[in-house]
């Protein structure tokens, strides 16, 4: 899906919890997610703490979007 | 061959003359003779064949009704039992090459029939079905048709001079159909082996026998340069959808995606949304449907002006077990609203 809305010509960011997937796809701009049922979540942190983490990541992928690159590139939240 | 071949021809409803678009949803049906293309493929075949039959069904009911309409088309198939089918041209008519290609699919795997047809080469049709058929390339339109049928004929020929022995993809004119076959070479591999490499050491061409498969790829759009005027869409394949799944989008294998307003919504809670994803567990989706599609985040974003607008409609679809060609299709319509729409930037998430 990722790489028909890019080949439209919309720069887009997948974020996605499993990157080999992502990347087999052909995903060009990777954020990676938390887990499988809550990619942009976590159920065990308090309701303002999950919602900082997934604004991380939310900025993340807006920084993958007004990156340049030239080839399948993942931008991890954790590596800042 | 000593008799006629026997020859049935699959049309849509455009080229069976039925009619257009309005025409799509009409179901399989078996008409006498050639008809359409036909009529020409016929008359060039001459004495040596003939299109005793044609088969035409509208490619919406066939892609919407695909285990009837396969089953329908077997029992004409099977009935008539010709020695050939013949399928399109279909150019690059997606629901028409995929149409073509699973009958190609039913003739060769359940009844042994061969098939010849043509398609433009990044039809889907091509690409999903092509081991089953002698699949000749053709422009992307209609107007191909005259480079098509004489191409098509060609091997419907080589196929009766042959005894249905068709040699290989380039002697033939056909495209490949992803098949290997032992063939008998006068030389030995290591022989061949070596003349590749010192014909490539010379800087000549040379032919492999063994082409990489070749990954669909596409290269990165340019980067935002000012988010902060920047339309921003989600979409997703996590299935998150208004509380019910009002359009019943299937936990598995999705038919459908779908299009919901984000007008006034700010968060999505519980009472409003839900993930209709079957292949994890939607505990966590359920109770608080942000987790997989993060409107609150970009509510916040939206309001700080760090993003210039929030498209107030998101996308969705279950990607479990979704095939890659529904998938492809389904973000293809997506993709040409968000432009209608003026977004200029996508998330896309996936569980």
Redesign the interface.
Request: contains cysteine.
């Given at each position: 899906m990722v790489k028909e809305i890019e080949r439209a010509g919309i720069p887009v960011v997948h974020v996605a919890t499993v990157v080999p997937i992502s990347m087999t796809v052909g995903a060009n701009r990777i954020v990676p997610a938390i887990a499988i049922p809550y990619p942009l979540g976590d159920p065990d942190l308090g309701k303002k703490e999950e919602k900082k983490l997934r604004r991380d990541i939310v900025e993340k992928a807006l920084d993958a979007l007004q990156t340049d690159i030239d080839e399948q590139t993942v931008f991890s939240v954790n590596e800042e | 061959m000593s008799n006629k071949l026997k020859i049935v021809h699959y049309l849509n409803q455009f080229f069976g003359q039925i009619g257009g678009e309005d025409k799509a949803d009409i179901p399989p049906r078996k008409e006498d003779g050639p008809i359409g293309p036909g009529t020409a493929l016929n008359n060039s075949l001459g004495e040596d064949a003939e299109i005793v039959n044609t088969i035409i069904c509208g490619d919406t009911f066939f892609n919407e009704n695909l285990e009837e309409s396969k089953s329908e088309i077997k029992e004409m198939l099977k009935e008539i039992n010709p020695d050939l089918l013949i399928a399109g041209p279909a150019f690059n008519a997606g629901r028409y090459g995929v149409a073509c290609g699973t009958v190609a699919e039913i003739a060769k795997t359940e009844l042994g029939i061969d098939v010849v047809s043509g398609i433009y080469p990044e039809n889907p049709g091509y690409e999903m079905f092509k081991q089953y058929a002698y699949f000749v390339e053709t422009p992307d339109s209609a107007a191909g048709m005259r480079s098509a049928l004489p191409d098509m004929i060609k091997i419907v020929k080589s196929y009766i001079a042959k005894n249905g022995e068709l040699g290989s993809p380039e002697e033939e004119g056909y495209m490949s159909r992803g098949v290997r076959k032992n063939i008998f070479a006068e030389e030995r591999g290591a022989a061949r082996a070596i003349k590749m490499l010192v014909k490539k050491l010379d800087g000549k061409e040379f032919e492999t026998e063994y082409p990489m498969p070749v990954?669909?790829?596409?290269?990165?759009?340019?980067?935002?340069?000012n988010?902060t005027e920047?339309k921003?869409a989600l979409?997703t394949?996590?299935g998150i959808v208004p509380k019910g799944n009002p359009d019943h989008i299937e936990s598995s294998s999705a038919s459908k995606y779908g299009e919901y307003s984000l007008e006034g919504v700010m968060d999505l809670d519980e009472a409003s949304y839900e993930t209709a994803h079957g292949g994890?567990?939607?505990?966590?989706?359920n109770?608080?449907s942000?987790?997989?599609?993060?409107v609150?985040?970009?509510r916040?974003?939206e309001k700080e002006g760090?993003?210039g607008e929030f498209h107030n409609k998101f996308y969705t679809?279950v990607?479990n077990g979704t095939s890659v060609a529904n998938?492809?299709a389904?973000?293809?319509e997506?993709?040409?609203n968000?432009?209608a729409d003026g977004?200029?930037?996508?998330?896309?998430?996936?569980?």
């Open positions: - | 990954f669909d790829r596409v290269d990165p759009v340019d980067p935002i340069s988010m920047t921003v979409v394949s996590g994890y567990d939607p505990v966590c989706a109770k608080d942000d987790r997989v599609l993060p609150d985040v970009i916040d974003l760090v993003i679809t990607g998938a492809k389904y973000a293809q997506i993709a040409e968000l432009l977004v200029q930037a996508v998330i896309l998430t996936s569980t």
